[in-house]
């Protein structure tokens, strides 16, 4: 069982940034799909970002695109959101999740087996 741990949410203004982090009990760089997800109180958890096997494709959900980057450091095991001109609409909890599935990309959260707790991002108006 592999274990993510996020952190790097918060309190922030409209306008501003954050870097999520999670880490990963595992190596993940060649083996996994890394993704972002978020849910809103009321609301579907919904696809953010996510980065293939060997970092060599990303996507991003439409809102995001331009303001998110996601990234890897293969020597921590870590894969980050760097989240830029935050808006209210953001507010969520974001969650990181890796995936086994045989393709580059997985928007789908239903081919994410293994799930961190999730950190609380706010964004005031």
């Known amino acids: 069982q592999v274990h993510l741990v996020e952190s790097g949410g918060g309190l922030v203004q409209a306008g501003g940034s954050l870097r999520l982090s999670c880490a990963a009990s595992t190596r993940t760089y060649n083996t996994y799909i890394m993704g972002w997800f978020r849910q809103a109180p009321g609301k579907e958890r919904e696809f953010v970002a996510c980065?293939?096997?060997?970092?060599?494709?990303?996507e991003y959900m439409d809102s995001v695109k331009g303001r998110f980057t996601i990234s890897r450091d293969t020597a921590k095991n870590t894969v980050y959101l760097q989240m830029n001109s935050l808006r209210p609409e953001d507010t969520a909890v974001y969650y990181c999740?890796?995936?086994?599935?045989?393709?580059?990309?997985?928007?789908?959260?239903?081919?994410?087996?293994?799930w961190g707790q999730g950190t609380q991002v706010t964004v005031s108006s």
């Open positions: 980065t293939s096997r060997g970092d060599n494709y990303r």
């Open positions: 999740a890796l995936s086994s599935a045989p393709y580059d990309i997985v928007r789908s959260p239903t081919n994410y087996k293994n």
